[in-house]
T-cell receptor, first 113, second 110 residues
Framework: DAGITQSPRYKITETGRQVTLMCHQTWSHSYMFWYRQDLGHGLRLIYYSAAADITDKGEVPDGYVVSRSKTENFPLTLESATRSQTSVYFC????????????FGPGTRLTVT | QKEVEQNSGPLSVPEGAIASLNCTYSDRGSQSFFWYRQYSGKSPELIMFIYSNGDKEDGRFTAQLNKASQYVSLLIRDSQPSDSATYLCALHTGRRALTFGSGTRLQVQP
């Protein structure tokens, strides 16, 4: 039972490059979420998705793009990475709108130089 | 005012003692409340959720909710060094996602 996985686990990239972080879940959860975690800010929501082809912005969406063509995958793309996007990124999933408990992937530590 | 407030800590308790972690929130429409534990360098792990006023117990953990006073707390009985972690309070306000506090770091001294 793999649950929710993220790849890569660690990534170093340069300013201006495009980077895609992958998230895959095996539970067939409807909802998926992307958060970033920075010291002093806690977890902040970037984007979420209620189902395949349905996505919506969270608290800090600028500079990020998401897609969800399949229920199990929810990739996050940084179109042109900036140093301020250096962070730990967590993907999470939730069974349904009514359940609300979210389960987190292991995270991706991204460094933009 | 932040939507979810937690004391950053560290909260230091001796092994075997009760650790009390508190969280206050500003949105009276908040419907459900969660406690996550996060070890250093790891992802958040759900340990408790509570929807109704009062207490909810699960093993050594008790979540307490008081909607009138807008606070939720987590008690950890018989604290162990392995409980040393950051505890995140999160709540659902009717939007689709959770809102998280910044967390309280707990240190259990052997």
């Amino acid at each position: 039972d793999a649950g929710i996985t993220q790849s890569p686990r660690y990534k170093i990239t340069e300013t201006g490059r495009q980077v895609t972080l992958m998230c895959h879940q095996t539970w067939s959860h409807s909802y998926m979420f992307w958060y970033r975690q920075d010291l002093g800010h806690g977890l902040r929501l970037i984007y979420y998705s209620a189902a395949a082809d349905i996505t919506d912005k969270g608290e800090v969406p600028d500079g990020y793009v998401v897609s969800r063509s399949k229920t199990e995958n929810f990739p996050l793309t940084l179109e042109s990475a900036t140093r301020s996007q250096t962070s730990v990124y967590f993907c999470a999933s939730s069974e349904s709108d009514g359940a609300y408990e979210q389960y987190f992937g292991p995270g991706t530590r991204l460094t933009v130089t | 005012q932040k939507e979810v407030e937690q004391n950053s800590g560290p909260l230091s308790v001796p092994e075997g003692a009760i650790a009390s972690l508190n969280c206050t929130y500003s949105d009276r429409g908040s419907q459900s409340f969660f406690w996550y534990r996060q070890y250093s360098g790891k992802s958040p792990e759900l340990i408790m959720f509570i929807y109704s006023n009062g207490d909810k117990e699960d093993g050594r953990f008790t979540a307490q909710l008081n909607k009138a006073s807008q606070y939720v707390s987590l008690l950890i009985r018989d604290s162990q060094p392995s409980d040393s972690a950051t505890y995140l309070c999160a709540l659902h306000t009717g939007r689709r996602a959770l809102t998280f506090g910044s967390g309280t770091r707990l240190q259990v001294q052997p």
